[in-house]
């Protein structure tokens, strides 16, 4: 197993993390170097065993996996079954590497929830394909986040907003970790504009 | 993902003296930006590799076992089609299905053609290789 920055990547700000399983040399070396390029921090395995082992390990650092079908110790299908039954693994995206001549292994692992392909051999033009979808996850991933937080932080001032109305039996329990109604509306959206406009109302009524 | 598959063996016919596709093997040069060190480690990385991978076959030949044969068959095509040895890499394909189908005798003689072809596909790396090359 190797660990490799991106020439551009400190850490995985803007690209991603993305975990390479593949026991062929030359296409980790390959999309290695080509993630890279683009800012993504790589790790390899050299099969599903060892790629799994990463996983269960340090999973949630990782932000795309690139998997190969045909391997030794633990081929692909069985790799993106046990991730897939894994419900700490389950959301992370896994693009199947895969030969043109194995579409109806492709199909099988997308029935298995795998998100996309990416043929072999490489070219320039698969690996910008690739570089893409990879962006386009790691922004779906984000988005998926932002939208959690909003969800908690909405929770949060609803619980606020029950608690000064004397409805406290209304309130659901949110985190103990969850925002105060200050930090709350220290935020420049929607949220930040409705704590202010709560923080005024109840001083008003205090 | 639009995949933008270049069509390697060409409706013209391909040549079958050719070694190395021409085509494949520049675009290989296109995919690695013509970096020449990048190059030589992946053309080291192959012939390490494609001799492990060799070995495996013959093993595997040896020891009746049908799955080790297919997956080394299946890795020296994938690795083998990376470089433009297009040959090489349907003589793979092919020791690949006979092992599946557990065509015992048939993949033996294949066996013996891919060594065979291997040996070709290296001095044409070698030839391919800008001068110098990694050190063995």
Same mark, same amino acid.
């Given at each position: ?7 551009? =990547? ?45 996983? $269960?390990? !340090? ?14 110790? @633990? ?12 419900? !700490? @693994? ?24 795998? /998100? ?27 988005? $998926? ?6 969800? /908690?932080?909405?929770?949060?001032? =609803?619980?606020?907003?029950? =608690?000064?109305?004397? /409805? ?24 930040? $504009?409705?704590? $202010? /406009? ?9 | 993902?639009? +995949?933008?598959? +270049? ?6 016919? +391909? ?58 068959? +299946? ?62």
């Amino acid at each position: 197993m190797t660990g490799a920055g991106g020439a551009t =990547a400190a850490g995985p700000s803007r690209g991603g993390h993305i975990l390479i399983v593949d026991d062929n040399a030359i296409n980790r070396m390959l999309l290695t170097r080509g993630l890279q390029e683009q800012g993504h921090f790589v790790t390899t395995a050299d099969h599903g065993r060892q790629g799994l082992e990463l996983l $269960r390990a !340090h999973g949630t650092l990782f932000d795309v996996v690139l998997l190969d079908i045909v391997m030794p110790e @633990l081929d692909g299908f069985e790799t993106l079954r046990q991730l897939k039954d894994d419900p !700490h @693994l389950a959301q992370i995206p896994v693009v199947m590497i895969s030969s043109v001549d194995e579409m109806d292994s492709v199909m099988r692992c997308i029935r298995m929830g795998a /998100a996309d392909y990416i043929p072999k051999p490489f070219n320039v033009g698969l690996l910008r394909a690739l570089t893409n979808r990879i962006n386009a996850l790691l922004e779906a991933k984000r988005a $998926r986040q932002r939208e959690l937080e909003f969800a /908690a932080v909405a929770e949060r001032l =609803a619980d606020v907003v029950a =608690a000064m109305a004397g /409805a406290r039996h209304e309130t659901t329990t949110t985190a103990s970790n969850a925002p105060g109604l200050s930090e709350i509306a220290a935020r420049d959206d929607a949220l930040g $504009r409705l704590a $202010r /406009a709560v923080q005024r109302l109840g001083r008003a009524t205090a | 993902m639009a +995949h933008g598959h +270049h069509g390697h063996a060409g409706s013209a016919g +391909h040549a079958e003296a050719e070694v190395l596709d021409r085509s494949a093997f520049a675009q290989l040069r296109e995919t690695v930006g013509d970096d020449e060190v990048f190059l030589a480690d992946l053309i080291h990385a192959y012939r390490q590799d494609s001799r492990q991978l060799l070995a495996a076959m013959s093993a595997a030949l040896a020891a009746r076992d049908a799955v080790a044969l297919r997956r080394a068959a +299946h890795s020296l095509k994938s690795n083998s089609a990376s470089f433009g040895a297009t040959a090489l890499a349907a003589l793979c394909r092919d020791l690949e299905g006979e092992a599946q189908v557990g065509a015992h005798d048939l993949a033996a003689g294949r066996v013996a053609q891919v060594a065979a072809e291997y040996e070709r596909v290296e001095r044409a790396l070698a030839q391919a290789q800008p001068e110098g090359g990694p050190a063995q």
